[in-house]
Nanobody, 119 residues
Framework: QVQLVESGGGLVQSGGSLRLSCTAS????????MAWYRQTPGKERELVAR???????SYGEPVKGRFTISRDSAKNTVYLAMNSLKPEDTAVYFC?????????????WGQGTQVTVSS
């Protein structure tokens, strides 16, 4: 009933920048928070950045000072601006939305988009 469409992934050289976008659509719902996670093969999925409906943000330690999360509430879209990219940022990035539908909370995930940073 809710679909997340991600875009912006790709290949970039070390020190470069990328911007990821994720738009939520489908059934009527209220978004509680939007976030980005990332995962590499054989490792646990980790939080990259999160923004609540109230505008509060949080970041994983490895990306602090380099990544910025923002949203366009009218478009149900979240962005992740990634600057000064490093090879260790290479991962599949997943969009996450926490939403309330008929007073019940749900967690939705995008399919993931590959980000590869070459040295």
């Amino acid at each position: 009933q809710v679909q997340l469409v991600e875009s912006g992934g790709g290949l970039v050289q070390s020190g470069g920048s990328l911007r990821l976008s994720c738009t939520a659509s489908g059934s009527i719902f209220s978004i509680l928070a939007m976030a980005w996670y990332r995962q590499t093969p054989g490792k646990e999925r980790e939080l990259v950045a999160r923004i609540t409906s109230g505008g509060s943000t949080s970041y994983g330690e490895p990306v602090k000072g380099r990544f910025t999360i923002s949203r366009d509430s009218a478009k149900n879209t979240v962005y992740l601006a990634m600057n000064s990219l490093k090879p260790e940022d290479t991962a599949v990035y997943f969009c996450n939305v926490d939403a309330s539908i008929r007073a019940v909370a749900y967690r939705f995930w995008g399919q993931g988009t590959q980000v590869t940073v070459s040295s």
